[in-house]
């Protein structure tokens, strides 16, 4: 195994990620109704965690960035050889600082953009508990430390979209949960009897990694395919995408963003980490199927998209088309497309997960997401009108913006895929893809062309030149429709900076990377005879 | 590196191009960030940051210059004297010794932008003839359309906005412009489309301009799509060959190297030109995409003048010309009678030029004389007359950019911001001099009247494609000649001659044509066209402000003079000899060069270069060891004999529209309604009439309906209805299958089942539920039964 | 081995027994019932006991009767109480509880 | 014969005291409670309570002394019919404890309902002593005089409420059924009996193997029939729901965590002991009772809206998943196969007893054993709320809840196995936990996102022996979710599975 780890500092992840818990417990001693010192006492948790996030970036080695780092081996339950194996190398270190520096972001905004429901305490307890999931799930470096994380996130997402969630939140927050349940507890299966045939040794990942790409070829595509249900569920793909559109339009705003920005990436990262490295054979008989369902992805939910009369909805199912790049990306095990897709994981998330804070805000003032209803928001509040824009147009997948360099190489990589796989499907897929980027630039500018265009919407729009003076029908609309607030400001500048940087100099994270991917490919490629 | 290589001049402009693209892109930033709160609403960053790109462009012109001569001084050293004495005299042999000229090393710069599997890709420049010349124009008229913006649009509430996107452009036009790699172009591409959209949908307050933002931006990325397929193609046809040679598949110099090295397989190269050139399509508003460009023209006139008609648009033409070895290896140019470019081109020409008979709004006139004269450019290209389509790129730009500022000017001043020539134009030249001189100039360069620019341009491939034995396309160009000379009469003629009609007389009417709609909107203070209301105090047409004239009158004598950089009908050739691409072997490691001052190279593959098409690049591989970047072109020869024929034809075309032109729209009677009451006049046949009866039937009934009417209309009616009804129908079509798709597919089957599969578990719950009866009886024989049947089952299996 | 019969008949009381738990609805005779069953297995343990000449099935065989002693003392109990409060001991009517 | 039998001299067997030390200690503890009970009046009858907790801790220490200086295996007392191993060790500490939670639990019930307090934690006494001596039981004596032992007083207590017709109708029919099945486990006995000639397992486990007569596959199959009755599992578990929804709820709790245990314990030793000869008749015939037990309780739970009911199918369930490891029991997964089962008692108990005790602390205040009734729990209870919460969490398997390392033995046990009908086991397993996920969150639904139904949003305050109960439910439940290897260790058990001549 080519994978040397670096010990150095092998505190500062575990530190990093579990430190959000000490901010629970402080909570747990103040009463609830000090929500002040509550929101204070979030910020300040993720705060400090996103600076240990800092911290980390300094101090890791980006000349080996292919190699894990602080790496941490101790036992754990011995009994069943698992270990408490933690380390970090290129490819998750963009995710994991992303979910730092997202929830920080996300508790910034929760300061003045508490979700109805109230209840602040368990709110941000809620958040700071799926703060250590997230980040864990990036750093464990052992099957079943994954799987804890994996699942950790589970019950306070659900929580989130059910208490704090929209009308049907109920069903949603439940479904999100019965799904995704399904997946993982079929993916333990794959784990287990992935252990159990590489010896019953360990759980580490190096190793199964190693002995994985022994088991022969029918058993290793039967392991894949419970790892794939899994991680699909959560990506999620075709098929399994239904919970997505639910999930995301009843979850709160905050609840959106981090689903959108960090919770999709969970499965993506385990096709990348766990189930290709381990199964390289079970990867590439399976590759033209993730390839179609990938595509067809795209696809239908442009098509999802454009049906939609819900801004928030139509969001979240330009979600699955995303994902769809980041799959058809990963499908090809190539360099390339793997690159492409971790690129494109942190690219939408961050981009993603701006136009829900946009959607958030919206609803915020509008109290309605009703696409018809919504008209010259550019007229009425123009810079929350030209974010709206920007963001569009980073999610189209436009050059100079993130977006564009999670799109591009997937589909350039699908034009000679890796391991001989059938080169003609995968340039017909290349081909859809690519018109998928038209659909794409469909739906985006049409919502723009009829959210932001044209004139206000009379019903808010005299409420918005009434509101000034007299509430006579403040408390009918809520709060007046103004622009966006200085708290907005701080949560949303570090995304929208962090959207055109990385689209300028994308080499900031392919530096990070490419040699991780490389060596990973290169492993792949010994498994395959 | 061979013995003979010597030093080529270079200098801190060429080596800081990348400049000129960055402080626009800067200039962008600062407007957005604090344009609002500057006195001059930002403006003033936007032409500072255009006038020093346009200076750095000079002074990298210049040096550029330098460096060819320095690399010819070392062709004559290398070769004797010969072929620097006879550039001088023998225009002929000057021909030829433009094409055995030294090869000029561009100027390439790369710093690592992104990588993948170890692979590391450049952003940089890469400066030749070409990106020079697009640098200095783009730079040039920028700067020029943002001072007449700042009258224009003056007063508009999105005036900061206006310019942050002008800059913005001009800053993705110059990436794309010096774009060292095919990313990098796409970058550029891409940002222009952007900057389209915003600048179309300006006044986004009317929803026909916002469709048409829409339409523009989603036409053009439909083309998109082959630029992203062919860049793959082409990047994994010639990656593993240019990385042997230390570089890789994206870089433009690579890519050509490549194409011409022989080792391509010509089906990539094939396929991967079809994408590209479809992308070409989409941008250049190419037949069948043209559709987007007429309606682009919602935008403000100075967004139509730059973008859609100058600088924009050409990036299609540009792109065919950056690669141009790409296409030339796989459509076989010169070698076929006929490949893709030129039927796209030729088919453009007469298309549009048709339709620009039956428009009434003289933007709309313009816009469709732009395509016919990019299709003009394709041609060229297609004919394999490189040099006179970029030429074209050049001079089209000075004529047609000025023509739409006049336009603007006319509608800014003349006719209370109506485009419509038969409503509210019409004798304007005695009100706006300036204007209508200047118009007048632009319209003799665009038809083609001998020494103005576009003659030299326009008629020069026109000579090529039957030099290059393309005859039929050949023809075609001299008929578009003829219907651009007679249209652009016909127009000048409805503008600024005959009886002021409308707006022009004075008349104050708020039914204009095209779209303002309650200027005087309460809650926002837009207006329309951004004209304040000091616009509607003095009643009349008058001339417009030094700001707009100014740039109109540079414009116009570049229209002029631009055409002489390379006109044989005089014997110049400087064009000649500074954009055109030397097509000569040269030794392979000039492949990878860093950002020092490259070699001339090649001078000993000189010597095997003469004897026409038969070998040298483009025709035969290049030697062992050595590469080609461009094709080995010949030019025609230019006589005033072969330019005889578009002469007459143009001569004929305008004089036969003048004439008809006064005939119809002279009529002093009832001018406005010359068109459409003239049955009406037949039936009451009035003796008086008849003579202009008669010329009016003479026009109208043998001349337009007999060509016009059926052809135009015709073709018009296929335009709007077939081609943009396709182009709508997609989008309609798409819409409801998304809809038809989520309601049907996703709601009821996908999510179905996953509803249906809780509500079956339930559902079985409550069938098992009688089970549990409550019954101790019952449960006891449950238990009983259960361990009986197990245990005569286990019986039997295992006895 | 005449010892078979006694299992034969221990069967016999086996099925008796079921048949009574399952058909009576009377308290009272469900508990007889259970007795019978406990009997028959007393019967088989005599009766192996003999075969396999060992002592453990007598063993076996007093500490059932001691417990079934036990059983039906809890059971009469509860039967008793059954009565106090409603009057009846149909176990049909006990099913209050179900679903 | 009898007479050569009396001919033999009889010698005293030497009596291994600290081996029998807890089960002396309980009965000395019962009769202790007993006398004291006579003498207190009715004013102090809460002192019962405490004493009966100090009687079970006391247990403990042997419990503890035993694990800690005799590593050997005792077996020395009654040749081998009645052993102390680790095993038998780590279940008794179990019962022990469960024992105590329980009586915590039932401190305020009892005294509040006025009933017999005394006679109750006897009773309770007894039953925890018939599980301690089940652990230890290696004979079909022992095994019957344990089950009994621990199952008659279960049944009074199940219809402790004298008066409450339902009480009543639960204590019958727990009482019927449970006499029928020991009477069919007795006559499935007696045939083990008879065709293998002893009742002490480790003969009967040597005796059978090989080619079974199909008196010794019906024998098999009674016996484990009348152990499946314990462990209610599918189609023997028609009186758990009754049973548990009519019973006082701390005696649910008892039955639903102790008894359950028991059987299982039972199941356990003879299946290790006795019958691992005999798996081509067990593994089939435990495989389907795991996949109904775990499939129906699952379904059928989905429809309830009483939440103890629900939790007694919520229990059928579990005892699927904790059966399910004893179908591959006879491969080479028999150690993993153990420890799963051990393990998931024991988390499964502090899970299990921590929802009973925040049922108990809510419908003090609610009066009402429906789902609805805990409406907005979360509003006015977060405390309670947030235990639930974990409780229910864990009981639905979800990491780092305690249930799920033990979910996670089971599924390893059976992949280890790794034949095909283990992997269809396993999946039926998956697809259960989802299903099983459904019912438990609508339950936290209520809890942290329903109004409160009747608007009283006065806060609870549970008594501080309730509170003591929730903290080491909740605290065993978070720490062995965490950090299984506290209690893995224990479960590792060459003894008994060394007796499989592996």
């Known amino acids: 195994m080519n994978m040397e780890t670096i010990t150095t500092d092998n505190w500062i992840l575990t530190v990093g990620t579990f430190l959000p818990l000490v901010g629970v417990l402080l909570m747990m001693f103040v009463p609830a109704s000090e929500e002040r010192t509550h929101k204070q006492i979030g910020i300040i948790t993720s705060a400090v965690t996103a600076a240990v996030g800092v911290l980390t970036l300094i101090r890791f080695d980006f000349g080996r960035s292919e190699s894990l780092q602080f790496f941490v081996d101790t036992e754990w339950i011995s009994v069943i050889r698992s270990n408490y194996t933690i380390g970090l190398d290129g490819i998750s270190l963009p995710l994991y600082f992303l979910s730092m520096i997202v929830t920080l972001l996300v508790m910034i905004y929760t300061w003045d953009n508490m979700p109805d429901a109230g209840n602040p305490k368990s709110f941000i307890m809620l958040m700071l508990v799926l703060q250590v999931g997230m980040a864990g799930s990036f750093i464990a470096q052992d099957l079943i430390l994954f799987f804890v994380f994996f699942e950790v996130v589970l019950l306070p997402m659900y929580f989130m979209i059910g208490v704090w969630g929209g009308e049907q939140r109920q069903y949603a927050s439940l479904k999100f949960f019965l799904y995704t349940m399904f997946g993982s507890a079929l993916m333990l299966v794959a784990f287990l009897a992935l252990f159990f045939q590489t010896g019953a040794e360990s759980f580490s990942f190096a190793h199964l990694a190693e002995a994985g790409a022994l088991i022969d070829r029918d058993v290793q595509i039967w392991i894949f395919a419970g790892m794939f249900v899994g991680f699909a569920v959560k990506v999620p793909m075709f098929p399994f995408h239904t919970w997505l559109p639910d999930a995301h339009t009843q979850a709160p705003t905050q609840g959106s963003v981090i689903l959108a920005a960090i919770l999709l990436k969970l499965g993506t990262y385990g096709f990348v980490r766990i189930a290709i490295p381990m199964l390289p054979q079970g990867a590439k008989a399976w590759a033209p199927v993730i390839g179609i369902l990938a595509v067809i992805g795209i696809i239908y939910g442009a098509l999802g998209c454009l049906a939609q009369t819900d801004m928030k909805r139509l969001i979240a199912f330009s979600s699955v088309a995303h994902m769809g790049f980041v799959m058809l990306g990963i499908s090809t095990l190539t360099e390339f497309g793997i690159n492409a897709a971790l690129f494109g994981m942190v690219a939408h998330g961050l981009i993603t997960g701006m136009l829900f804070f946009i959607a958030g805000s919206v609803k915020h003032r509008y109290h309605t997401l009703e696409i018809n209803r919504l008209s010259g928001m550019l007229i009425q509040m123009p810079r929350l009108g030209w974010i709206l824009g920007f963001s569009a147009m980073a999610s189209l997948g436009l050059p100079g913006l993130a977006g564009f360099w999670g799109e591009f190489p997937a589909i350039l990589s699908a034009y000679n895929p890796n391991f001989g796989l059938d080169e003609t499907l995968y340039r017909v897929l290349m081909v859809i893809a690519a018109l998928g980027t038209v659909l794409a630039a469909a739906y985006l500018l049409w919502l723009y062309q009829r959210t932001a265009f044209g004139r206000p919407n009379p019903e808010f729009d005299s409420h918005a030149t009434h509101a000034v003076g007299a509430g006579v029908n403040d408390d009918h609309h809520g709060a007046d429709i103004h622009d966006v607030t200085p708290i907005e400001w701080i949560a949303w500048t570090p995304f929208l900076i962090a959207i055109v940087v990385f689209g300028v100099y994308p080499q900031l994270m392919f530096d990070v990377m490419d040699p991780a991917v490389s060596a990973l490919v290169e492993r792949v490629g010994a498994g395959i005879p | ?799 | 081995m005449y010892a078979v019969n006694f299992l034969i008949l221990g069967a016999l009381l086996f099925a008796l027994g079921v048949f009574g738990v399952i058909a009576r609805r009377n308290a009272v005779m469900v508990l007889m019932s259970i007795e019978l069953i406990l009997n028959a297995v007393n019967v088989n343990l005599i009766a192996f006991a003999l075969m396999n000449d060992s002592a453990e099935g007598h063993v076996f065989a007093l500490y059932v009767i001691a417990v079934a002693a036990a059983e039906v003392g809890v059971g009469l109990a509860m039967v008793l109480m059954i009565y106090r409060n409603r009057r009846s001991i149909a176990l049909d009517e006990l099913s209050a509880l179900k679903g | 014969m009898i007479a050569s039998l009396l001919a033999q001299a009889w010698t005293a067997p030497t009596i291994d005291w600290h081996a029998i030390a807890p089960e002396l200690v309980l009965v000395v503890g019962i009769n202790l409670v007993l006398l004291v009970d006579l003498w207190l009046d009715e004013a102090k009858k809460w002192a019962m309570a405490t004493i009966t907790g100090f009687v079970l801790l006391g247990a403990v220490i042997p419990v503890v002394t035993l694990a800690v200086l005799g590593g050997d295996v005792r077996d020395a007392i009654f040749d081998g019919r009645y052993v102390v191993d680790e095993y038998a060790l780590i279940l008794k500490a179990l019962f022990l404890l469960v024992g105590y939670v329980v009586v915590l639990l039932s401190q305020n019930e009892l005294e509040e309902g006025g009933y017999y307090q005394g006679e109750f934690y006897v009773l309770l006494l007894v039953s925890i002593l018939g599980m301690v001596m089940m652990a230890s039981s290696r004979d079909l004596m022992s095994v019957f005089v344990a089950l009994e032992l621990l199952s008659i007083p279960a049944y009074m207590m199940a219809a402790w409420r004298k008066r409450d017709v339902r009480s009543n109708e639960a204590g019958a029919k727990y009482y019927l059924l449970g006499v029928f099945a020991s009477a069919i486990l007795l006559y499935g006995m007696s045939f083990l009996y008879g065709t293998t000639g002893t009742t002490k397992l480790t003969e009967i486990g040597a005796a059978l193997s090989g080619d079974l007569s199909a008196m010794q596959v019906f024998a098999v199959v009674f016996v484990i029939a009348g152990f499946a009755f314990k462990i209610s599992a599918v189609p023997f578990h028609t009186w758990a729901p009754d049973t548990y929804e009519g019973a006082p709820t701390p005696v649910t709790a008892f039955l639903s965590v102790a008894s359950k245990a028991a059987g299982f314990v039972a199941l356990l030793t003879m299946l290790y002991l006795g019958l691992h000869g005999a798996d081509e008749v067990h593994s089939p015939m435990i495989w389907v009772m795991a996949a109904l037990t775990m499939t129906v309780g699952n379904v059928v739970a989905l429809r309830q809206t009483n939440i103890v009911r629900m939790l007694a199918y919520s229990s059928v369930s579990q005892g699927g998943f904790i059966l399910m490891p004893l179908a591959v029991m006879a491969t080479s997964a028999a150690e993993s196969a153990l420890r799963a089962v051990v393990i998931y008692l024991l988390i499964y108990a502090f899970s299990n007893l921590g929802a009973f005790a925040v049922i108990i602390a809510v419908a003090r205040k609610t009066r009402s054993g429906e789902i609805s009734s805990f409406g907005g729990l979360m509003s006015y209870a977060p405390g309670l709320g947030l235990l639930m919460t974990i409780f229910l969490a864990s009981l639905a398997g979800i990491p780092p809840l305690g249930i799920w390392i033990a979910k996670l033995q089971a599924f390893r046990a059976l992949i280890d196995a790794g034949s095909t009908s283990a992997y269809v086991l396993a999946i039926i397993a998956a697809v259960n936990t989802v299903i099983a996920a459904g019912y438990y969150m609508r339950v936290l639904r209520q809890i942290w996102m329903a109004p409160v139904p009747d608007g009283d949003t006065t806060p609870i305050r549970p008594a501080s022996s309730i509170w003591l109960a929730l903290g080491i439910t909740a605290g065993g439940t978070l720490v062995l979710g965490i950090l299984p290897s506290l209690v893995l260790r224990f479960a590792d058990l060459p003894d008994l599975t060394g007796a499989l001549g592996r």
């Open chain 2, 1 to 799: 590196m061979s013995m003979l290589a010597a030093t080529l001049s270079s200098g801190w402009f060429l080596e800081n191009a990348w400049l000129i693209p960055l402080i626009p892109a800067i200039g962008f930033v600062l407007i957005i960030l604090f344009g609002k709160r500057m006195p001059q609403g930002g403006s003033e960053v936007g032409l500072v940051s255009m006038a020093a790109s346009l200076a750095i462009a000079i002074g990298a012109t210049v040096q550029w210059i330098q460096r060819v001569n320095s690399a010819s001084a070392e062709g004559e050293h290398a070769l004797g004297g010969f072929f620097g004495f006879a550039r001088a005299i023998v225009p002929t042999a000057t021909e030829e010794g433009g094409h055995s000229a030294a090869f000029v090393e561009p100027v390439v710069r790369t710093w690592t932008w992104w990588q993948s599997g170890g692979l590391e890709f450049g952003v940089g420049q890469h400066i030749d003839g070409l990106a020079i010349m697009l640098l200095l124009l783009v730079t040039f008229i920028s700067l020029l359309v943002q001072i007449y913006s700042t009258e224009y649009v003056s007063g508009d509430r999105r005036f900061t906005h206006f310019f942050a996107a002008l800059t913005l452009f001009s800053a993705g036009m110059l990436v794309m412009v010096l774009a060292e790699n095919m990313i990098q172009l796409i970058l550029g591409w891409e940002i222009m489309g952007l900057c389209s959209f915003m600048l179309i949908g300006h006044w986004w307050e009317e929803t026909a301009n916002s469709k048409a933002a829409l339409k523009a931006f989603f036409t053009v990325r439909v083309g998109d799509v082959g630029l992203l397929v062919g860049t793959a193609v082409i990047f994994f046809g010639a990656n593993d060959w240019a990385v042997e040679r230390g570089s890789n598949g994206f870089s433009i110099r690579a890519i050509s190297a490549w194409a011409l090295s022989g080792e391509a397989s010509n089906s990539v190269l094939f396929w991967g030109g079809v994408a590209l050139f479809i992308a070409a399509i989409g941008k250049s508003g190419q037949f069948p995409l043209h559709t987007w460009l007429p309606d682009a023209m919602a935008g403000p006139t100075p967004v139509s003048s730059l973008l859609h008609s100058s600088t924009m648009v050409v990036a299609g033409v540009f792109l065919v010309a950056r690669v141009y070895p790409v296409f030339f290896v796989g459509f076989d140019i010169l070698d076929t009678a006929v490949n893709l470019i030129t039927i796209i081109g030729g088919i453009t020409i007469i298309a549009a030029a048709a339709l620009a008979f039956v428009q009434d709004d003289i933007k709309k006139v313009l816009a469709y004389s732009t395509v016919s004269q990019l299709g003009y450019m394709m041609l060229g290209l297609g004919v394999g007359a490189w040099l006179p389509a970029v030429f074209h790129i050049f001079t089209h730009a000075f004529f047609k950019c000025a023509l739409f500022l006049a336009a603007g000017s006319v509608s800014h001043s003349g006719s209370h911001h109506s485009f419509d020539m038969k409503k509210d134009m019409g004798g304007l030249a005695r009100k706006m001099p300036v204007t209508a001189t200047t118009w007048m100039i632009s319209t003799a360069a665009l038809c083609g009247i001998p020494f103005f620019s576009g003659f030299f341009s326009k008629d020069e491939i026109i000579d090529n494609a039957s030099h290059n034995g393309y005859q039929f396309f050949y023809w075609v160009g001299l008929i578009g000649a003829a219907m651009t000379a007679a249209y652009m009469t016909r127009a000048t003629y409805l503008t600024f001659f005959g009886k002021a009609r409308g707006a022009a007389a004075g008349e104050h009417h708020d039914d204009h044509a095209d779209d303002h709609a309650d200027d005087h909107g309460a809650d926002h203070g837009h207006d329309a066209h951004g004209h304040d209301d000091h616009h509607d105090a003095h009643a009349g047409p008058h001339e417009s402000p030094w700001r707009i004239t100014a740039p109109l009158v540079i414009l116009a004598t570049l229209a002029i003079f631009s055409g002489y950089l390379n006109a044989p009908a005089v014997g110049t050739h400087y064009f000649t000899d500074w954009v055109e691409p030397v097509g000569v072997a040269v030794e392979a490691d000039a492949l990878h060069s860093a950002g020092d001052e490259g070699h001339a190279l090649g001078l000993a593959a000189v010597t095997a270069e003469e004897g026409g098409y038969s070998e040298g690049c483009g025709f035969s591989d290049p030697a062992e060891g050595t590469v080609c970047y461009a094709p080995k072109l010949s030019h025609a020869v230019f006589s005033w004999s072969k330019a005889a024929p578009s002469i007459l034809l143009v001569a004929f075309g305008i004089s036969i529209s003048a004439w008809l032109s006064m005939g119809v729209f002279g009529d002093r009677r009832n001018p406005l309604k010359g068109l459409t009451s003239r049955s009406g006049i037949a039936r009451r046949g009035h003796a008086f009439l008849v003579n202009k009866y008669y010329l009016d039937h003479l026009y109208e009934g043998v001349i337009v309906r007999a060509v016009a009417y059926p052809m135009a209309k015709a073709a018009y009616w296929i335009n709007q209805n077939i081609l943009d009804g396709i182009v709508n129908g997609v989008g309609r079509s798409g819409r409801s299958t998304g809809e038809w798709v989520y309601r049907n597919l996703d709601q009821r089957v996908v999510d179905g089942a996953v509803n249906a599969s809780g509500f079956i578990a339930s559902e079985t719950g409550h069938a098992l539920q009688p089970v549990q009866s409550g019954k101790v009886n019952q449960y006891g024989a449950l238990l009983f039964g259960a361990a009986t049947v197990g245990a005569i089952v286990l019986i039997l299996v295992n006895i």
